[in-house]
């Protein structure tokens, strides 16, 4: 069964760091174009983050450009994002999403299988 998994989600300080983990099972991620979102209970899931399976071929949110990286490591089914400089406003779930095929997209209905998410906050 085609599965992914976040991890490394938690409590920081502004300006603090995370790295969070996507991980596949049931399908072999390098095949598969990944995304980040992220969902508080006020608002819409909003796409922060993609990587096509070339690894090079990245997209972001303005909201998180520059702050933010995604990689992934195929030889562990896994894609990681790099959360730097963190604000109160980042708080909240964060899904991966995959879908088979080249292209990423910042667009939820694009992909096929989701993760559970993992919660990120951000407080002092």
């Known amino acids: 069964q085609a599965q992914l998994v976040e991890s490394g989600g938690g409590l920081v300080q502004p300006g603090g760091s995370l790295r969070l983990s996507c991980t596949a099972s049931?399908?072999?991620?390098?095949?598969?174009?990944v995304g980040w979102f992220r969902q508080t209970p006020r608002q819409e899931r909003e796409g922060i983050a993609s990587i096509a399976t070339d690894g090079r071929t990245t997209t972001y949110a303005d909201s998180v450009n520059g702050r933010f990286t995604i990689s992934r490591r195929d030889a562990k089914n896994t894609v990681l994002i790099q959360l730097k400089n963190l604000k109160p406003e980042d708080t909240a779930v964060y899904y991966c999403?995959?879908?088979?095929?080249?292209?990423?997209?910042?667009?939820?209905?694009?992909?096929?299988?989701w993760g559970q998410g993992t919660q990120v906050t951000v407080s002092s």
């Open positions: 999403a995959a879908k088979l095929g080249f292209h990423g997209s910042l667009q939820a209905s694009f992909y096929d299988v």
């Open positions: 049931g399908f072999p991620l390098a095949a598969y174009a």
